[in-house]
Structure formats: C-alpha cells, structure tokens
C-alpha cells in the first residue's frame, strides 16, 4: 500500500503537463516496448514497458487501480477528520449542534475503522458526561428553587407575625397612655391618705447625773439633760411621759462604788415594772414597749444603792425615742 496521503483541495484541481519521456535510442539496438494506458484521479497517462509482458502490464494497471481507490478512501477519511474535529470544537465551546455528528462513511481499512471507533467512543463518553452535567444542573435548579420559595413563605410568615405584634404593643401603649391620668390620680389619693411606714425621730431624750447619789424606794431624779426632743422628761422627777402613742425604745445604765450592789428597775406608771437589772458596781437594761399617749416611765430603786458621777464622768444614763408613731 502506498504512503499516507493528506487530501488538499487544490488535488482536485491538479492537471498534468508531463508525459513519459520519449523512448531514446542509442547507438546500440534497443529492445521493443509497449505503452501502457494509465489513470489515476481522473487523469490519464501512458508508460512504456517491455513489450510481450502482459503479466506486468496487468500488474501496472492493478497498481494504478489500488492507488486510485486508496486515494479517494483517504480522502474521504481527511473529510469525515474534518467534520468531526469542528464538532469536538464546537463542544468544548458549549456549542454541540442539536443534530448527530455526520455518519462517517465505510473506511475500508482496519487500521482506519479503529481510530473512527476511538473517536466515536470519546464522542459518546463527552455527551454522556453532558447530559449527566445537564441532569445535575437540573436537580440544583429545582432544589434552589424549592428552597428560595420555602424562605420566601418563612419570610412571608415573618413579616405577619411582626405586623401583628407591633399591632399588640401598639395597643398596650395606647392603653397605658389612657390609663395614665387614673393612675395618677389614684396615686395621688393613696399618698394623701396612707402614712409614711417611718416616723421620723419627734421624740428624742437622754438624762444623765453629774454627782453621787445614795438612796432607795424612788424613782431616779437627774442633774442635766443632753437632749429632751419632744419635752418629755422632766428631770426633778425623773419621769418620762409619752407626748404621742407609740413603740419607744428605754434604756438604762448605772455605776455605783465598786463594792456596793446596785438594783433598779424600768416602771411604767408608777407600778408596773417592765424590765429589772442589778449588780455590784454597775448595771444596765433596756426594752422596747408600746407607749400610748400621757403613760409615764421612769427608773426606780428598789434597794439603797450609792450611783458614782462627775460633771466629767457622767456613768448614769436614762435615755429613749419614739420609733414609731401609732397610726
């Protein structure tokens, strides 16, 4: 078989301007030839042979006949490459034309037909990948799709509840705005009737001794007063009278000689005694009670006892306040 040849358009067009060379004689006597009428792609030529061998003028013909067949084959091969290398062109730029790629035609030779295969195999295998491509890019579409219109009715949903809920606060605030002057009002009046839980401090005393006393059966009487807010200790006496109803806070405290008991008692109008203390040297006591208005407390000495003061050392103490006025 003869080389590859790769058909070019311009074969077509090929004439020949050449001929056999004429027979050339020699000196010496040449032997006879025949001519042999050849053709090959359409043109025609002449070659000289031996005469009276007709095997190989038959053979030349045969040889002639292969080429020719040969070279329309390969051309019709160059034309099928052709088509199938644009269509492989236009699929790598996205561009596959709706129509089957063209049916090649027969390839007589074994060699050729395998290479048509091999393509026709890639070809087969790009266009399924394709349309696997093409069935996943569908799948996402139709997902994406199902998504946005989820998030769309969510959205939708959303928007709603946040109307209605603006709505609610929007009447709650109105409401409150038309509660406000009742409330105020009703505000008003529970302050003008309802009393502070807390008194402030109105009655306020503290009684003290500056010098020594020495007696029994008696209520306490005192030299000097640090503080008597509310005038109601009378220090002669030694009596504290209540100026208002209320919880008072009394206490006491006493320092006598060191070896001399001392024994004294909180009483409350003159009899009832509310709370005792006693010791040698010194005592102290204290008690809450509720006071209503005019009762009187004082300290009394149950027993002789000797009390031990200076102006500067001022040990006994008879002191109390008001913590709460009776409402």
Request: aromatic share 6%; hydrophobic share 35%; net charge negative.
């Amino acid at each position: 078989m003869p080389h590859f040849y790769r058909y070019r358009s311009e074969d077509d067009d090929l004439q020949t301007h050449s001929r056999t060379p004429a027979r050339t004689t020699t000196g010496v006597s040449s032997a006879k030839t025949d001519e042999a009428h050849v053709r090959c792609l359409g043109i025609a030529g002449e070659l000289c042979i031996p005469s009276g061998d007709e095997k190989n003028k038959v053979n030349i013909n045969s040889l002639f006949y292969e080429l020719d067949k040969t070279i329309r084959s390969l051309k019709e091969e160059n034309e099928q490459l052709r088509a199938e290398v644009d269509y492989l062109k236009d699929i790598c730029k996205n561009k596959v034309a709706t129509s089957p790629p063209p049916v090649p035609a027969v390839v007589q030779n074994a060699a050729d037909s395998g290479v048509e295969d091999r393509l026709r195999s890639q070809i087969q295998s790009i266009d399924s990948k394709l349309g696997s491509c093409q069935a996943d890019l569908n799948t996402v579409k139709t997902t994406s799709q199902s998504s946005i219109q989820q998030i769309q009715t969510m959205l939708e949903s959303m928007q709603i509840t946040h109307t209605q809920h603006k709505q609610e606060v929007d009447n709650a605030l109105s409401a409150l705005a038309n509660m406000a002057p009742a409330v105020k009002e009703k505000e008003t009046e529970t302050v003008s009737i309802v009393k502070p839980d807390i008194t402030p401090f109105a009655v306020v005393f503290d009684a003290v001794r500056c010098e020594d006393w020495v007696g029994q059966d008696s209520f306490l009487p005192y030299t000097k007063m640090n503080c008597n807010l509310g005038g109601g200790l009378n220090m002669d006496t030694g009596k504290f009278t209540a100026p208002v109803s209320g919880i008072y806070f009394l206490g006491l405290n006493v320092y006598g000689a060191p070896r001399d008991g001392v024994v004294l008692s909180i009483k409350l109008n003159d009899f009832l005694e509310l709370a005792s203390c006693s010791g040698v040297g010194k005592a102290s006591q204290s008690c809450i009670i509720e006071l209503d208005e005019n009762d009187t407390v004082g300290i009394y000495v149950n027993e002789k006892s000797k009390l031990t003061d200076t102006n500067n050392q001022r040990y006994t103490h008879f002191l109390g306040f008001l913590m709460r006025e009776k409402i």
